[in-house]
């Protein structure tokens, strides 16, 4: 039965990788934070229908976190996690301790804790080289992270200098991630085929996400409340008479009676992701959640298109 490569270093996972390219493979990176959900494997099996080998990277990266936020407390399951990738079909798994270099002596085993945003004064000689796609980041999820996709784009622009790989699969459940990401890749010429795989789903309609794992029971039954809300609104503007305000209202009331506390419902253009005053025939549609059950923030969207009324 085949192994698990993995690897824990820069050097000899970008070696691999261009071994694996000079004898004629095409490489596809799925970058993941780890506490792998059948989402995450989803997009695995993508990944294994559109190259010969498929790394995978599990690493939590501390620049999207802010101080307040649960980088400490990110689920973890190393050894169930290599599990599910071998089991489909994964080549390799980059896992390293840090991609980001600590700067002085005296600041060196402080670990990826000390690159948590906000998380103390900068340190001589530590990374302070970051990306910012300047538009697609302002809003959605940016309005209340403002340090998330300066910590995502740079993150994965390391990983592909790292692996070199021909494509990459993100999913779509983090969809500003994926444009963010895609304007990236254009904008400053990566050789890598971006490709967006639709969010997975539990029976009852949640988005799969590793932050389940961190809600109570009762938060869990209560979050179904999004995936239902979006339904909704997916069916009003497709086939309805509607309105982006009237549809980013009722979104709201319908996850603040279910037990939710929202961070925002935002009505925009699915592709620059400018909020909407109103619909045009033909037009993609975003709807897009946050929102918080106890202490854990959960997102969720979906894309439609406007029917002709």
């Known amino acids: 039965m085949p192994e698990l490569l993995q690897f824990k270093d820069a050097s000899s996972m970008r070696d691999y990788s261009r071994q694996q390219r000079q004898a004629g493979k095409r490489i596809a990176l799925v970058p993941t934070m780890g506490y792998l959900h059948a ?27 802010s101080r307040n936020e ?6 973890k399951a190393r050894e ?25 002596v005296s600041s060196q085993g402080a670990g990826d804790n000390a690159n948590v945003v906000g998380a103390g004064e900068h340190v001589v000689g530590a990374h302070e080289t970051f990306i910012q796609v300047e538009q697609l980041q302002k809003g959605l999820c940016g309005v209340s992270r403002p340090h998330f996709f300066r910590g995502v784009a740079t993150i994965v622009a390391k990983l592909f200098n790292i692996v070199e790989p021909d494509v990459a699969v993100f999913g779509k459940k983090d969809y500003q991630q994926w444009r963010v990401i895609c304007r990236m890749v254009r904008d400053l010429d990566f050789d890598v085929e971006v490709v967006g795989i639709a969010t997975g789903r539990e029976e009852d309609g949640m988005a799969m996400s590793s932050r389940n794992a961190l809600l109570t029971p009762e938060d869990r039954q209560r979050a179904v409340c999004i995936s239902q809300a979006l339904k909704w609104a997916e069916e009003q503007i497709s086939h309805h008479e509607a309105t982006p305000s009237g549809i980013q209202h009722e979104v709201t009331d319908r996850i603040t009676k279910g037990g939710g506390r ?8 699915a592709e620059n992701l400018q909020e909407l005053k109103h619909f045009i025939s033909g037009q993609e549609v975003l709807v897009a959640i946050a929102a918080f059950f106890g202490s854990v923030r959960l997102i969720d969207n979906v894309v439609t298109v406007k029917q002709a009324g």
Request: aromatic share 10%.
């Open 39 to 65: 989402g995450h494997i989803s997009l695995v099996q993508a990944a294994t229908e559109r190259a010969d080998i498929v790394i995978a990277s599990i690493y939590v990266n501390p620049t999207q976190f």
């Open 80 to 104: 169930e996690d290599h599990r599910k990738l071998l089991a489909a079909g994964c080549a390799a798994v980059f896992e390293p301790a840090s991609l980001y270099h600590s700067g002085t």
């Open 262 to 269: 929202v961070d925002y419902v935002s009505v925009t253009d």
């Open 70 to 75: 649960d980088f400490g407390v990110y689920p």
